[in-house]
């Protein structure tokens, strides 16, 4: 890619000129033998990539969230699917078997791990074999463009956590491995999980990226009142009973209690930092009565959160 872009090349990772765009492409091997590609870049030009149909396999397992600002379309085995504005966030599985073609519009900004790996590696590491009836169901709708698993705030915070770990940190390598190999556990314990009604999603595609819209704008901010349901439907043209169906299908839970399961992760990974006493949490999160987020603590996980950190007891 430096090669056809002219861009500059240090080391493994690929930086992007001012006049391509901005970001970087960062290649890296794991010690287990994982190999994996990091991204955040917006370019500000067209994009086509067409990685041709191989007879050796290859899974890449992608973990995706795209700004769309015009277009995005993924053709895989001649199957066009086209992902809506504004974002598209999801964890999916392919192969070298298929052939695949994207082509995003210029100003696309783009966040991506990439995990490539054959199936040796597969069979040694997750103890999954290529004919694997699971797999196999899988990749048969994945070459259709049909199965997706949607980012959720689980997946994303393992994402935060690799593309905000400086690459000149010792533990950089460490942290990623372990990171990774979280994503990819998580993934296939998924469709395990699933593999009993592994099938399309009954809801249309511009349905499952609108509520991938959705689910990004509960995430945003913690620190304000999340929206009712009501003001959600409003804002998206849809119906109140649909947008709670469709989100608790495709997300596992209610819109309200999927919020505040992950708002209560939020603090207390805030509070395993050591960087914040449990007032400073309250109140990022939106608190202005600390007995009240003691008692939403209390209730995710049974122990109060003053008992994760020494700095601060709960006091009104």
């Known amino acids: 890619m430096a090669q056809k872009l002219g861009a500059e090349l240090r080391g493994d990772t690929l930086y992007l000129a001012p006049e391509q765009g901005e970001g970087y492409l960062h290649a890296v091997t794991l010690p287990n033998g994982l190999s994996?590609?990091?991204?955040?870049?917006?370019?500000?030009?067209?994009?086509?990539?067409?990685?041709?149909?191989?007879?050796?396999?290859?899974?890449?397992?992608?973990?995706?969230?795209?700004?769309?600002?015009?277009?995005?379309?993924?053709?895989?085995n001649g199957h066009r699917e086209k992902r809506y504005p504004p974002i598209f966030a999801g964890a999916y599985l392919n192969t070298t078997f298929f052939d695949r073609v994207?082509?995003?519009?210029?100003?696309?900004?783009?966040?991506?791990?990439?995990?490539?790996?054959?199936?040796?590696?597969?069979?040694?590491?997750?103890?999954?074999?290529?004919?694997?009836?699971?797999?196999?169901?899988?990749l048969s709708l994945r070459a259709k463009n049909l199965n997706i698993d949607p980012l959720d705030a689980e997946y994303r915070n393992l994402l935060e956590d690799i593309f905000h770990t400086d690459p000149q940190n010792p533990l950089f390598t460490?942290?990623?491995?372990?990171?990774?190999?979280?994503?990819?556990?998580?993934?296939?314990?998924?469709?395990?999980?699933?593999?009993?009604?592994l099938r399309p999603l009954q809801i249309r595609q511009e349905d499952i990226y609108r509520m991938m819209e959705i689910e990004k704008e509960l995430m945003e901010d913690y620190s304000k009142n999340a929206p009712t349901v009501e003001e959600l439907a409003g804002k998206h043209t849809m119906g109140v009973s649909k947008l709670k169906r469709q989100f608790k299908q495709i997300?596992?839970?209610?819109?309200?209690?999927?919020?505040?399961?992950?708002?209560?992760?939020?603090?207390?990974?805030?509070?395993?930092?050591?960087?914040?006493?449990?007032?400073?949490?309250?109140?990022?999160?939106g608190y202005q009565n600390l007995s009240n987020f003691a008692n939403a603590f209390k209730k995710e996980f049974s122990v109060l959160p003053s008992s994760l950190t020494k700095k601060s007891p709960v006091t009104d």
Request: proline share 1%; net charge positive; with cysteine.
């Open 36 to 76: 994996i590609l990091i991204t955040e870049n917006c370019f500000n030009f067209d994009i086509l990539l067409h990685r041709k149909k191989l007879d050796e396999c290859f899974y890449i397992l992608g973990f995706d969230e795209v700004y769309i600002k015009h277009q995005l379309i993924e053709i895989i």
């Open 102 to 138: 994207s082509i995003a519009s210029k100003g696309n900004g783009v966040r991506m791990v990439k995990c490539i790996f054959d199936t040796r590696w597969m069979s040694k590491y997750l103890g999954i074999k290529k004919d694997d009836e699971v797999l196999k169901r899988y």
């Open 174 to 197: 460490t942290i990623v491995e372990n990171r990774v190999m979280m994503l990819i556990e998580r993934f296939f314990t998924q469709i395990y999980h699933k593999s009993s009604d």
């Open 251 to 285: 997300y596992g839970k209610p819109v309200f209690e999927y919020y505040q399961k992950n708002r209560m992760t939020k603090a207390k990974d805030m509070l395993l930092s050591g960087e914040y006493t449990v007032k400073e949490v309250g109140y990022k999160l």
